[in-house]
């Protein structure tokens, strides 16, 4: 019972960490059909600014962390994808990797290559004692602030109006479009959310890792855009439950392989996901109604 | 109101609309028809700012629209009900209204429009908070005729609304299009494949054929259908 109480805080943890990053690659995929792999560096540079300003106060760096996140996403959108807006999928795929590559190799420039450690929020890693359970504080922390950002991004995005332009225009552009939406204020949003969901993926991570490297945000954004994949590209529920979904079948995997085999976990987290693909092309969570045709 | 002046619209190669030259007055009510692949979309999709025009000039109340965003030209009253009917599936039906209005930022006359629009459409009022995607195709077509009204536009453009609707309910939606258009009087563009809906609706209809107005028709007329196809010579 114990074992399985740690499984479940621990699949919900990573998962949230997945959820998180997928839902701001969904988010942008199903308004502009750009799978935005410098997602990673957006959670790279939030990683980045927490570090050089945890020393002075922590609440402080995760106010910058969030703000350079979200500069850097608007940045990006305004200088590279605003103009290829309107360009094949896989023009705006390959900018997103040259965006990724430009990024971290500045902050190699800047920082240098190696990874380094900072002391931030490491009293999370403490744990507490739920019946016998030991919990780490950084798990319990990690769900929480996704249940918060997921609930508070679900008012914004069902409750006020430019919620409902962005959720109509991740729907059907062209539709929005031609009902008045604005396409330059309805990405800028999207972008800056998908900062926000950056920089507390990046808040979240160097508290459990203490740990920056110019390369950290790879995984995620691979994680993320797989996760956006199996939950039916262009759903952000969908993209929300397919984070879930990766992060606690990585945890099984890792808790339930025989020890020889655990090196191989993720081969056999994508052979899943291959699996799922084959059963079901439009993800596990598509509802037929969203599978509609596009204008 | 309206004025196209040697319009074409061009995918790759293939020149889909050939200068085409059309003039909607304020108040009228044009009508266009034509077979499959005629250009009767490319062509609302052209006014609407959603294909781009590669020659001739669209003005809309004296200033030239062609080159515009598709948001901008909503904005300045022009909506079009698209082929296909494109609700948000996954948003309500009051969602789906509420975007209607996006182009306008009047808050308590947008609450007004959909309190009006609600009595008007009486099915939508009773699926208000309904998903838009589990509605029956004509209630989706009411629904995407209410959202266009709902940006109170000047030209309202309706591309095929009885597409894959059964006859007794395209029957309601063109009783519904000639209500509106008593009630309110507004410029209209209906782009149809069947020339008889527009009967006694559209102020004069013409025939696009392989790209180009190929002039007025007589709707009263019968022998349409084989015409558009190119399967016999048009009815004089």
Same mark, same amino acid.
């Given at each position: 019972?114990?074992?399985?109480?740690?499984? +479940?805080?621990?699949?919900?943890?990573?998962?949230?960490?997945?959820?998180?990053?997928?839902?701001?690659?969904?988010?942008?995929?199903?308004?502009?059909?750009?799978?935005?792999?410098?997602?990673?560096?957006?959670?790279?540079?939030?990683?980045?600014?927490?570090?050089?300003?945890?020393?002075?106060?922590?609440?402080?760096?995760?106010?910058?962390?969030?703000?350079?996140?979200?500069?850097?996403?608007? +940045?990006?959108? $305004?200088?590279?994808?605003?103009?290829?807006?309107?360009?094949?999928?896989?023009?705006?795929?390959?900018?997103?990797?040259?965006?990724?590559?430009?990024?971290?190799?500045?902050?190699?420039?800047?920082?240098?290559?190696?990874?380094?450690?900072?002391?931030?929020?490491?009293?999370?890693?403490?744990?507490?004692? =739920?019946?016998?359970?030991?919990?780490?504080?950084?798990?319990? #922390?990690?769900?929480? =602030?996704?249940?918060?950002?997921?609930?508070?991004?679900?008012?914004?995005?069902?409750?006020?109006?430019?919620?409902?332009?962005?959720?109509?225009?991740?729907?059907?552009?062209?539709?929005?479009?031609l009902?008045g =939406?604005?396409?330059?204020?309805?990405?800028?949003?999207?972008?800056?959310?998908?900062?926000?969901?950056?920089?507390?993926?990046?808040?979240?991570?160097?508290?459990?890792?203490?740990?920056?490297?110019?390369?950290?945000?790879?995984?995620?954004?691979? =994680?993320?855009?797989?996760?956006? #994949?199996?939950?039916?590209?262009?759903?952000?529920?969908?993209?929300?439950?397919?984070?879930?979904?990766?992060?606690?079948?990585? +945890?099984?995997?890792?808790?339930?392989?025989?020890?020889?085999?655990?090196?191989? $976990?993720?081969?056999?987290?994508?052979?899943?996901?291959?699996?799922?693909?084959?059963?079901?092309?439009?993800?596990?969570?598509?509802?037929?109604?969203?599978?509609?045709?596009?204008? | 109101m309206l004025r196209l002046e040697g319009v074409e619209v061009?995918?790759?190669?293939?020149?889909?609309l050939?200068g085409v030259d059309l003039a909607i007055a304020d108040g009228g009510v044009v009508g266009i028809v034509g077979?499959?692949?005629?250009g009767k979309s490319s062509l609302t999709l052209a006014i609407a700012g959603a294909e781009p025009v590669?020659a001739g000039s669209i003005t809309f109340e004296g200033r030239r629209i062609d080159g515009l965003a598709p948001e901008t030209i909503a904005r300045q009253g022009i909506s079009l009900v698209p082929?296909?009917?494109?609700?948000?599936?996954?948003?309500?039906?009051?969602?789906?209204?509420?975007?209607?209005?996006?182009s306008?930022?009047?808050?308590?006359?947008?609450?007004?429009?959909?309190?009006?629009?609600?009595?008007?459409?009486?099915?939508?009022?009773?699926?208000?908070?309904?998903?838009?995607?589990?509605?029956? &195709?004509?209630?989706?077509?009411?629904?995407?005729?209410?959202?266009a009204l709902?940006a109170r536009p000047r030209l309202l453009i309706l591309d095929?609304?009885?597409?894959?609707?059964?006859?007794?309910?395209?029957?309601?939606?063109?009783?519904?299009i000639?209500?509106i258009r008593?009630?309110r009087g507004l410029t209209m563009l209906i782009v149809e494949?069947?020339?008889?809906?527009l009967?006694?609706l559209a102020d004069r209809v013409l025939?696009l054929?392989?790209?180009e107005l190929?002039?007025e028709?007589?709707?009263?007329?019968? &022998?349409?259908?084989?015409?558009?196809? &190119?399967?016999?010579?048009?009815?004089?």
């Open positions: 019972m114990t074992a399985a109480l740690q499984l +479940v805080v621990d699949a919900l943890s990573v998962g949230s960490l997945y959820a998180l990053s997928a839902l701001g690659i969904g988010l942008i995929f199903g308004i502009m059909r750009l799978i935005n792999f410098a997602h990673g560096e957006f959670i790279m540079v939030g990683a980045y600014a927490a570090m050089l300003t945890a020393a002075i106060w922590a609440p402080f760096a995760v106010i910058v962390a969030v703000a350079v996140a979200l500069v850097v996403a608007l +940045v990006t959108e $305004r200088l590279a994808f605003r103009r290829l807006r309107s360009s094949p999928p896989a023009t705006l795929l390959i900018t997103s990797f040259a965006v990724s590559y430009l990024l971290q190799n500045l902050m190699v420039l800047i920082e240098g290559a190696r990874p380094q450690t900072v002391d931030f929020l490491s009293a999370l890693t403490r744990s507490m004692d =739920v019946g016998g359970v030991r919990l780490p504080w950084i798990n319990v #922390v990690t769900i929480a =602030v996704t249940a918060v950002l997921l609930t508070l991004l679900a008012i914004f995005l069902r409750r006020t109006r430019f919620g409902r332009m962005t959720r109509a225009a991740a729907s059907d552009f062209r539709m929005a479009r009902l =939406v604005r396409a330059d204020r309805v990405i800028a949003i999207a972008f800056a959310l998908s900062g926000l969901l950056a920089a507390a993926v990046a808040i979240l991570l160097l508290a459990q890792t203490g740990t920056v490297s110019p390369v950290m945000g790879l995984q995620l954004a691979l =994680v993320g855009f797989v996760a956006t #994949v199996i939950g039916g590209m262009g759903s952000l529920s969908g993209a929300v439950l397919g984070g879930l979904t990766v992060g606690a079948v990585t +945890v099984l995997l890792q808790s339930l392989l025989p020890a020889e085999l655990r090196p191989f $976990r993720d081969a056999f987290v994508y052979g899943l996901v291959i699996a799922v693909l084959l059963v079901r092309p439009g993800g596990l969570f598509r509802s037929a109604a969203a599978m509609q045709e596009r204008v | 061009r995918y790759g190669q293939v020149r889909a050939r077979a499959n692949g005629a590669a082929e296909g009917r494109h609700v948000f599936a996954d948003m309500t039906v009051f969602e789906n209204l509420d975007l209607g209005a996006s306008r930022s009047d808050r308590g006359e947008i609450a007004r429009d959909m309190t009006r629009l609600l009595e008007r459409f009486p099915i939508l009022a009773e699926r208000r908070d309904g998903l838009a995607g589990k509605l029956s &195709g004509g209630e989706q077509q009411q629904l995407v005729i209410a959202r709902m095929e609304p009885s597409l894959g609707l059964a006859p007794t309910m395209i029957d309601r939606v063109y009783d519904l000639a209500e008593r009630e494949q069947n020339p008889e809906r009967h006694g025939l054929h392989t790209g190929a002039g028709i007589d709707t009263r007329k019968e &022998g349409w259908d084989s015409a558009y196809f &190119g399967l016999e010579e048009m009815p004089a």
